[in-house]
């Protein structure tokens, strides 16, 4: 009697402990994990969220970044799209989406279905270095060789003597015609490798019993591509997208090393314009709120596109 009056003693006893070790562990585990992630936080807090909350407070002021500050509320996100020059530099960097996203993209396709036929070889391989060598390159430095070959006497004006078409010549950056153009054909030859070694490593998951069944069928090789390469790298795509996308809104170093945003304002973008009201025309609050007006464009933008990729 006395081993059962000790056993029923003991049972509500560990009935009301048992549940509360599981919770013990769980909440030391939480702040187990909190306590990893405090590092990363701190440091994401001091150099992203905190810059991005005195751009918010700037934005409302007009200061020159030295003297007193004047409260002026949204006055600036007005002038954001007032001022003629200010809205020309983001109808700009919508236009060298075409050249920095849609180009390479497209172009990546071909080029990754061209180099996936080709034998592994020394050929195979120098195609592949080429088309990703402007990667390795920094952008400034590109921008500074496309500078010289856009030049009166550069590659591309003595590429058209050559071949009969020296009418057509002329400074290619300093046109007001073609200035956006040429600076946004350089921007295809950066992305364009980025692009193309993508996709060609995303069409190495495409299953290849896919493509023998569609042979069977009696597909070409331009309905292989459409029906079957390009749905399977739906998910390659959309990153191609994005990224390239915000190398196009955000862009700047290629901009301020080969134009500045000249002639006039052919060429500026938001990058360049924030830099210029920064530190030559001191206009801080202006400049703050462009900046956050060109972040929002930024994540209207994007959002849609990594749905689609969610999608798939």
Do not use: H
């Not at 390159?137 to 590429?159: H, R």
């Not at 950056?173 to 996709?199: E, Q």
């Amino acid at each position: 009697m006395s081993l059962l009056t000790r056993a029923k003693t003991a049972e509500p006893g560990a009935e009301s402990q048992s549940p509360l070790r599981p919770r013990r562990r769980t909440a030391t585990r939480r702040w187990a994990g909190l306590l990893w992630l405090a590092p990363a936080f701190a440091f994401y807090a001091t150099f992203v969220l905190f810059p991005l909350m005195q751009t918010v407070r700037f934005s409302l002021y007009d200061w020159d970044g030295i003297g007193v500050a004047n409260f002026v509320g949204l006055a600036n996100y007005a002038n954001v799209f007032s001022q003629p020059e200010l809205a020309a530099s983001l109808i700009n960097a919508f236009i060298l989406i075409i050249f920095f996203s849609i180009v390479p993209v497209g172009l990546g396709l071909i080029a990754a279905a061209l180099l996936r036929e080709m034998r592994q070889g020394a050929i195979s391989t120098l195609a592949r270095v080429l088309l990703f060598l402007p990667q390795v390159i920094p952008l400034a430095g590109a921008a500074i060789a496309w500078t010289y070959m856009y030049s009166d006497d550069g590659v591309v004006n003595q590429i058209l003597r050559a071949v009969g078409l020296e009418s057509q010549t002329r400074p290619w950056l300093g046109d007001f015609d073609t200035a956006l153009v040429a600076v946004g054909i350089i921007g295809t030859w950066v992305a364009l490798g980025f692009c193309t070694i993508l996709l060609l490593s995303g069409m190495g998951k495409i299953d290849p019993s896919l493509y023998e069944a569609a042979r069977l069928d009696g597909a070409g090789r331009i309905r292989e591509f459409v029906s079957i390469t390009v749905p399977g790298l739906r998910r390659e795509i959309v990153v191609c997208i994005t990224v390239t996308i915000i190398a196009a809104l955000a862009s700047f170093d290629v901009i301020y090393v080969s134009t500045k945003g000249g002639p006039g304002y052919q060429t500026m973008v938001p990058g360049v314009e924030i830099f210029r009201l920064t530190f030559l025309d001191q206009k801080v609050g202006l400049a703050s709120a462009l900046a956050l007006v060109l972040a929002a464009l930024v994540i209207v933008v994007v959002l849609p596109i990594q749905r689609l990729g969610r999608e798939s």
